[in-house]
């Protein structure tokens, strides 16, 4: 396990909040074709794109840096509306993961990608989340472990430098969220516990970092995304299509939204929360939803993208 990076908080000064988000950028797997009869995939690249907020419309692709054929479908966003965390894909026959940061002029127009460079290689086949940290220097991501349990990295974006946590106790961690003040990251177990990492003791000890559980969940429903309020007092999840939130320092949570989506729509909902605490946005079939966290109104645009539109899984999206 890496443990290269002596400091995995992030305690430099918070990119500066903006909204209502004027952008948002989506990222999918690429499409995947059996011609004929063939039992052989064929892939077709697809790369990121950036979206007018306010009517989704398709305004530029993001360039693949070298060595990243095709978008993956995970993005993390900053809380500045410019700032972008992107998974990326590279060649089919030995598919591998990898990161690359962006960042979007005032017109939306997306500058050059910068690949992050891990100084400790992890081959990455699968990942379950990305979070950007605050200030934007550390990217935290997910992984199952090989052999049973999951792994939280925290990677360094300016070094490559990474510090790990495992555990054997979960198979799955999910809903990644940096604390404003860097200095810990929300996450969920399983899918069942919200939970809180404290990112001093990580790098004091790696086996004693224990999550602290701030809420265990009942009942069918599970969550999958979550996000820190802007003053880092509580938390913003998805139970089911009910977004809630509860106080960090545990407590009764408090409804905030409850999304109606039509028929087939995931039970589970994942979203990203704009940097002013404001704005909640998912994706389903081609559509993005706003939802406005003060009195929980709705509204929906559809996505449009530049390369074969509604084809292939739909995109994932962060602002």
Same mark, same amino acid.
């Given at each position: &396990?890496?443990?290269s990076?002596?400091?995995?908080? *992030? ?7 903006t909204?209502? #988000?004027?952008?948002?950028?989506? *990222? ?10 063939s $039992?052989? /995939? ?17 305004? /530029?692709?993001?360039p693949?840096p ?22 990326g ?17 005032e017109?939306g127009?997306?500058? $050059?990608?910068?690949?992050?460079? %891990?100084?400790?290689?992890?081959f =990455? ?6 979070? =950007?940290? *605050?200030?934007?220097?550390r ?16 990677l ?15 198979? &799955? ?6 604390a ?5 990251? *929300?996450?969920?177990l ?6 809180l ?7 004091a000890? %790696?086996?004693?970092?224990? #999550?602290?559980?701030? $809420?265990?969940?009942?009942?069918? &429903? %599970? ?61 389903h079939?081609w ?19 530049? %390369? ?12």
């Open positions: &396990m890496a443990t990076l002596a400091e995995p908080m *992030a305690t430099g000064a918070p990119l500066t909040a909204g209502p #988000p004027r952008f948002f950028v989506s *990222a999918r797997t690429p499409l995947t074709y059996f011609p004929g009869r $039992k052989t /995939a064929v892939f077709t690249p697809v790369p990121p794109a950036v979206h007018n907020a306010e009517t989704g419309a398709f305004i /530029a692709n993001i693949l070298p060595g990243v054929e095709s978008s993956w479908h995970l993005v993390a966003a900053a809380r500045d509306n410019r700032t972008f965390a992107i998974a894909w590279s060649e089919p026959n030995k598919p591998e993961i990898r990161f690359f940061l962006v960042r979007l002029g017109d127009r997306p500058g $050059k990608p910068v690949v992050i460079t %891990q100084t400790d290689p992890d =990455l086949t699968m990942v379950y989340d990305l979070a =950007l940290s *605050a200030d934007g220097t990217l935290a991501y997910s992984t199952p472990l090989i052999g049973g349990g999951a792994k939280i990295s925290v360094d974006v300016a070094t490559g430098r990474r510090r790990d946590w495992k555990t054997a106790a979960y198979w &799955m961690v999910t809903g990644l969220s940096w404003p003040d860097g200095r810990s990251l *929300a996450c969920v399983n899918g069942r516990a919200i939970a990492l404290d990112l001093a003791r990580l790098a000890d %790696q086996e004693g970092a224990a #999550p602290r559980i701030i $809420k265990n969940v009942t009942g069918v &429903m %599970q969550i999958e995304s979550m996000a820190h309020t802007p003053d880092g007092s509580a938390l913003i999840y998805a139970s089911g299509h009910t977004v809630e939130r509860v106080p960090v320092a545990g407590g009764p949570t408090r409804v905030l939204a409850r999304p109606e989506l039509p028929p087939g729509a995931s039970l589970t909902l994942r979203f990203s929360v704009d940097g002013t605490g404001e704005h909640l946005l998912y994706v079939d559509r993005a939803y706003r939802v406005d966290l003060a009195d929980g109104a709705i509204d929906s645009v559809p996505i449009t993208v530049d %390369q074969r539109p509604g084809e292939g899984d739909p995109p994932r999206a962060a602002w």
